[in-house]
C-alpha cells in the first residue's frame, strides 16, 4: 500500500521559514517524480515545485522561485519543500504527489490528473 505522509506545516508570521517533508513507503521512490501543490481556501489546487526522479532537475511556480526550494533523498524515501520568506497568501494545505512517467518540466506537471499517489495534506498559516 503506497502512503505518503506530509509533516512539518504549521503558523508562523509572515517572513518565516518552514520545512515541509514528504515520507513515502510503498513505492519505489527513486523511480517517481515528486510534487508540491497547494490549495488555499476557496480555491483550486495548485502546482508548486516539482523535482525529476533523480533529484538534478527542479521546477517551480513562478510565486515560489526564489523563495521555495525542492528537494529529495532517495534513501530516505522523503521529499522536502523548504519555502523561506512566507507570505500570508501562501497560506494554504500542501500536498504532496508522486507521478511515474517523468511529466516533471513539462506543461504536464501542473495537472493534478497525472499523479499517481498523494499525501493528506499539511496545513500552514501565515499571519501577517
Known amino acids: 500500500q503506497v502512503q505518503l505522509a506530509e509533516s512539518g506545516g504549521g503558523l508562523v508570521q509572515a517572513g518565516d521559514s518552514l520545512r515541509l517533508s514528504c515520507a513515502a513507503s510503498?513505492?519505489?521512490?527513486?523511480?517517481?517524480?515528486m510534487a508540491w501543490f497547494r490549495q488555499g481556501p476557496g480555491k483550486e489546487r495548485e502546482f508548486v515545485a516539482a523535482?525529476?526522479?533523480?533529484?538534478?532537475?527542479?521546477y517551480y511556480t513562478d510565486s515560489g522561485k526564489g523563495r521555495f526550494t525542492i528537494s529529495r533523498d532517495n534513501a530516505m524515501h522523503t521529499v522536502y519543500l523548504e519555502m523561506d520568506n512566507l507570505r500570508p497568501e501562501d497560506t494554504a494545505v500542501y500536498y504532496c504527489?508522486?507521478?511515474?512517467?517523468?511529466?516533471?518540466?513539462?506543461?504536464?506537471?501542473?495537472?493534478?490528473?497525472?499523479?499517481?499517489?498523494w499525501g493528506q495534506g499539511a496545513q500552514v498559516t501565515v499571519s501577517s
Open positions: 504527489a508522486a507521478e511515474r512517467l517523468g511529466i516533471s518540466g513539462t506543461s504536464a506537471q501542473k495537472n493534478t490528473r497525472m499523479y499517481d499517489y
Open positions: 510503498g513505492l519505489t521512490f527513486s523511480r517517481y517524480d
Open positions: 523535482i525529476s526522479w533523480s533529484g538534478r532537475n527542479t
